[in-house]
T-cell receptor, first 114, second 114 residues
């Protein structure tokens, strides 16, 4: 399968714990995006990388959230001291670095904070 | 602030009926427009996109959308729906300001009855 992959697919954690999600983009896609989707809503943008550089961050990305893409390939999204309000589907997308790029989405990681 | 509005939250149609889902955005400049679909249990997939040129865009599975700049609209249409079109449909926009973040509408749940 050459699509965007995410791991884990589901994560249940207790409030206050730290969690980390991984995203592997489509091979050779320079751009990588993280979004968050809650029930009944469309995805909301969190952050975006071009290669290793984090070029955009949403105001939704509080200090408890951090994302990295150290070698310009896979990315990780860490949430520290999780809160119940962090429960959501976390989506990753990737795209080639062209002006007419299209973002291709992965299956998401569903986080449940108890 | 830029927003995307999808006025129909839940649409129920019989097979062979025609479909039109509304999408409006609020931004006075150049935009890139997208429709994504999420079938039950699957990840977001691109249906069609508009960057420039012919405002009538054809996508996969018989879908099309028309960009009407004066109305800030990008409505999705299909002349005859099938049961397999049951899914959630999201309109999304990228501002032509150098940002890459997609802003999504809240989605329309389409239910096609056989």
């Amino acid at each position: 399968d050459t699509g965007v992959s995410q791991d884990p697919r589901h994560k249940i954690t207790k409030r206050g714990q730290n969690v980390t999600f991984r995203c592997d983009p489509i091979s050779e896609h320079n751009r990588l995006y993280w979004y968050r989707q809650t029930l009944g809503q469309g995805p909301e943008f969190l952050t975006y990388f071009q290669n290793e550089a984090q070029l955009e961050k949403s105001r939704l990305l509080s200090d408890r959230f951090s994302a990295e893409r150290p070698k310009g390939s896979f990315s990780t999204l860490e949430i520290q001291r999780t809160e119940q309000g962090d429960s959501a589907m976390y989506l990753c997308a990737s795209s080639p670095a062209v002006s007419t790029d299209t973002q291709y989405f992965g299956p998401g990681t569903r986080l449940t904070v108890l | 602030a830029q927003s995307v509005s999808q006025h129909n939250h839940h649409v129920i149609l019989s097979e062979a009926a025609s479909l039109e889902l509304g999408c409006n955005y609020s931004y006075g400049g150049t935009v890139n427009l997208f429709w994504y679909v999420q079938y039950p249990g699957q990840h977001l997939q691109l249906l069609l996109k508009y960057f420039s040129g012919d405002p009538l865009v054809k996508g996969i599975k018989g879908f099309e959308a028309e960009f009407i700049k004066s109305k800030f609209s990008f409505n999705l249409r299909k002349p005859s729906v099938q049961w397999s079109d049951t899914a959630e449909y999201f309109c999304a926009v990228i501002l032509d300001t150098g940002r890459r973040a997609l802003t999504f509408g809240s989605g329309t749940r389409l239910q096609v009855q056989p």
